[in-house]
C-alpha cells in the first residue's frame, strides 16, 4: 500500500478551546456553517497555547445542517456509516448545548492510524496564535517545537470566515 | 472629505424624513411584536422574552452623519443602509433553546441576511455571542389588512440567551456609554466575565438535563418530547429504564428502522434480540460511556446491531452491503464488544 505524501498535506490549523476536548471524545469537528478550509486535507487544534498533537484527516463535510435532533436522529440511526458519524456527531454537538445551522467535519478518529500524530508545539507570544484558523504543511509542525519556527505560515483569518 | 455644511444638509433631510417614516416603523413594532408573542405562544414556548425599540430621531440623525477615518461620510444613503431603525430582540434561557426560536422566527419572516455572531468566530476567546436576523415580512403578512400602508420595511431581529444578553449589555454600556473607553486590563476582565456566564449558562444546561434525568416520570415539558404514547416509546422503556423523556425525532427513526428490519411488533424485536434483551443495561452503560447522549431509540438500535451483527445492514438495505459499510459496522460492533464485561459479551 502507498502511503499518502502527508508531509506535503495542508492542514488547516483551527481555534479550538472547546473544539480539541470535543474532537478527542467525537472524532469529528462542528463550527458554523459554510467555514472553508480552502485545499487543507487534515485538520489540527490550537487552544491553551498549544497546538495539540493529533492531526486528523478530513473524512467528509456537511458544510450546512440545522442542529437539531431530528437531523441528527435521521442520520445517527441510519444505515450507511458515513451518516452515521455525521448524526453522532450532531447528537454529541446537541448534548454539549451547541445549536443553529452548522457546518460538520467528520475526520479521523484519535486512535485511527490515518491520524497523524506530532509533538506538542507550544505558543510562547503575548497574544493568541490563532483565534480562528491558519494553514501550515503538515512536515512543517511535525518539524516544529514552537509556533515561532513556523512564523511565515498562513494566517487565513480575513479570507476564510464562511458566513 | 464632507464639509459642515454637507452635514448640516444630512441632519435636516434625514430629521425630515424620518418624522414622517417613524410612525411607520412604530406601528410595524407594534403588529410585529404581537405576531412574534402569538407564533411563540401557539409553539408552547412562552419562557421566551420579546422586547423590541424604534430609533430615537436624535439616534438615528447621529448615526447618518457618522464619518469614516478618510472623512466621508459612513453612510451613503443612511435611508436604505441604516437596518436597525426597528429592532426587535428574543431572549430565551439557554441556548439549548435558541435553534427551535430562530426557525420559528425565520418561518415567520423573509430572512435578508442571517449572522451567527457565536463562539465558532473567535473560539479560544470568550465574548458576544448572538443570532442577527435582517427581515422583512413576508408577503402574505403584508397582504394583511393590519399591515397596510407600512411599505416594506426591514428591521432587525437579535437572538440570543438571557446570560449572552446579560454581558452584551453591561459590556455595551462600558464601552460605549462612558466618557473613556475602557483599557486593555478592564477589557480582559469583561473577556473572562463572557467566559464565566458561558460557563454558568452550561452547568444549567446540565442541572436541567440532569434534573430531567433524576425524574423521568414528570410529564414532559417540551413540544418536541414525547415518551408514553409513540408505538416505539414502551419497548425502549422497558429495555432502558430510567433514562429519562426521549425527544420523539429519535422515536419516529428507530420506528423506521424496525420497519426496514420487518419488526412490526414488540414480540418480533424481542425475539431478534434474544440474549442481547437481558444485557440493555450493560449495553447502555457502555455506550454512554463514550456517547452520553445516547438516547434509548438509540441505544435499541445499538443493540439490534450486536444482535443481528453482520445481517443489519443487508436486511436494513435489502442490498449487498460495501465493503467500507460492512468494515464501518465491524469496528463500531468490535469496539463496543471490547468495552462491555466479558460476560456481557
Known amino acids: 500500500m502507498t502511503r499518502e505524501p502527508v508531509d506535503d498535506a495542508e492542514v488547516c490549523v483551527v481555534a479550538a478551546s472547546s473544539a480539541w476536548p470535543f474532537y478527542q471524545a467525537t472524532g469529528s469537528y462542528i463550527c458554523q456553517a459554510n467555514r472553508r478550509f480552502r485545499d487543507a486535507t487534515r485538520l489540527g487544534f490550537y487552544s491553551a497555547r498549544t497546538i495539540h498533537p493529533l492531526v486528523a484527516r478530513i473524512e467528509h463535510t456537511v458544510p450546512q445542517i440545522d442542529l437539531d435532533d431530528e437531523h441528527a436522529a435521521a442520520l445517527a440511526l441510519s444505515a450507511d456509516p458515513v451518516e452515521r458519524r455525521v448524526g453522532k456527531a450532531m447528537a454529541a454537538g446537541l448534548h454539549e448545548g451547541m445549536s443553529g445551522t452548522v457546518q460538520v467535519v467528520v475526520l479521523s478518529a484519535p486512535r485511527d492510524p490515518a491520524t497523524e500524530t506530532i509533538g506538542a508545539i507550544r505558543h510562547e507570544g503575548r497574544s493568541a496564535w490563532t483565534v480562528f484558523q491558519r494553514y501550515v504543511p503538515l512536515g512543517r509542525l511535525r518539524a516544529a517545537e514552537l509556533t515561532s519556527d513556523l512564523a511565515d505560515t498562513d494566517a487565513g483569518e480575513a479570507d476564510d470566515g464562511g458566513h | ?345
Open chain 2, 1 to 345: 472629505m464632507v464639509t459642515d455644511q454637507q452635514i448640516a444638509d444630512r441632519r435636516a433631510e434625514v430629521a425630515a424624513w424620518y418624522a414622517d417614516a417613524r410612525h411607520r416603523y412604530l406601528r410595524t413594532e407594534s403588529l410585529v411584536t404581537r405576531m412574534v408573542r402569538r407564533a411563540l405562544r401557539d409553539a408552547g414556548n412562552e419562557s421566551v422574552k420579546v422586547e423590541s425599540r424604534v430609533k430615537s430621531p436624535e439616534s438615528l440623525v447621529a448615526k447618518a452623519v457618522r464619518l469614516r477615518d478618510d472623512g466621508t461620510f459612513k453612510y451613503a444613503d443612511p435611508r436604505a443602509e441604516i437596518t436597525d431603525l426597528l429592532g426587535v430582540r428574543a431572549l430565551v434561557p439557554l441556548r439549548t433553546e435558541l435553534a427551535a426560536m430562530t426557525r420559528l422566527l425565520e418561518d415567520l419572516f423573509v430572512v435578508v441576511e442571517k449572522s451567527d455572531l457565536r463562539e465558532g468566530t473567535a473560539e479560544d476567546v470568550p465574548g458576544y455571542q448572538s443570532t442577527h436576523l435582517l427581515v422583512r415580512l413576508r408577503p402574505d403578512t403584508l397582504a394583511d389588512l393590519d399591515f397596510h400602508g407600512l411599505g416594506d420595511p426591514v428591521f432587525e431581529i437579535q437572538a440570543r440567551t438571557i446570560l449572552q444578553h446579560a454581558w452584551a449589555s453591561l459590556q455595551h454600556d462600558l464601552m460605549y456609554k462612558t466618557e473613556r473607553p475602557p483599557g486593555p486590563a478592564i477589557r480582559r476582565r469583561l473577556i473572562a466575565l463572557a467566559g464565566l456566564l458561558e460557563l454558568a449558562e452550561r452547568e444549567f444546561i446540565l442541572v436541567r438535563h440532569d434534573h430531567g434525568e433524576a425524574y423521568p416520570d414528570e410529564p414532559p415539558d417540551d413540544a418536541g418530547t414525547d415518551g408514553a404514547e409513540h408505538p416505539a416509546a414502551a419497548l425502549v422503556t422497558q429495555l432502558f429504564p430510567g433514562s429519562g423523556s426521549t425527544h420523539r425525532a429519535w422515536l419516529d427513526e428507530v420506528e423506521s428502522v424496525l420497519g426496514q428490519l420487518g419488526l412490526a411488533d414488540e414480540d418480533a424485536v424481542r425475539s431478534e434480540l434474544g440474549d442481547w434483551a437481558g444485557r440493555a443495561e450493560a449495553v447502555a452503560a457502555a455506550v454512554r460511556a463514550t456517547e452520553p447522549w445516547a438516547s434509548p431509540p438509540y441505544l435499541l438500535d445499538v443493540l439490534l446491531r450486536l444482535a443481528l451483527d453482520e445481517d443489519y445492514l443487508a436486511r436494513r438495505t435489502g442490498a449487498a452491503v460495501s465493503e467500507p459499510a460492512l468494515s464501518a459496522h465491524r469496528a463500531e460492533r468490535d469496539d463496543l464488544l471490547a468495552r462491555l464485561d466479558p460476560e456481557d459479551r
